[in-house]
């Protein structure tokens, strides 16, 4: 179920960016089970339909101190990423100017 950038504003700031453009941000959860004999991994997906990110950009998102605004800090994604890598799960990123972007991060189901 997506949420519309204006509730999204209530859960995050960064989603002003969304909300300028009157964008949607859709999240959604998946449970992948590649085999039987193997461990469940958890999928959640966040998806905008913004403006996207320019592919020069892409593979330097998760690096500390990279940032294309005037303020940032450059450390979202970075400590985002680190604490999902704490958690042996993965984060990627797929961006199309004009269509928007999504964050895929996946995070193994533990069986303890």
């Known amino acids: 179920m997506p949420i519309s950038c204006d509730r999204c ?3 995050h700031p960064e989603c ?3 909300h300028a453009a009157r964008g949607e941000i859709r999240v959604t959860t998946e449970l992948i089970r590649a085999r039987d004999d ?14 996207g990110i ?11 101190f990279y940032t294309t605004k005037a303020h940032g ?13 704490q958690h042996s799960g ?15 991060i996946l995070l193994p189901v533990s069986t303890e």
Do not use: K
């Open 9 to 11: 504003f209530e859960y």
């Open 90 to 104: 993965r984060i990627s990123v797929e961006s199309e100017i004009g269509s928007g972007t999504t964050f895929t």
């Open 38 to 51: 193997a461990p469940a991994t958890i999928g959640v997906a966040v998806t905008d339909t913004g403006t």
């Open 16 to 18: 002003l960016r969304c």
């Open 73 to 85: 800090t450059g450390l979202g994604l970075a400590i985002s990423a680190h604490i999902v890598t």
């Open 54 to 64: 320019p592919p020069e950009h892409l593979s330097h998102l998760f690096e500390p």
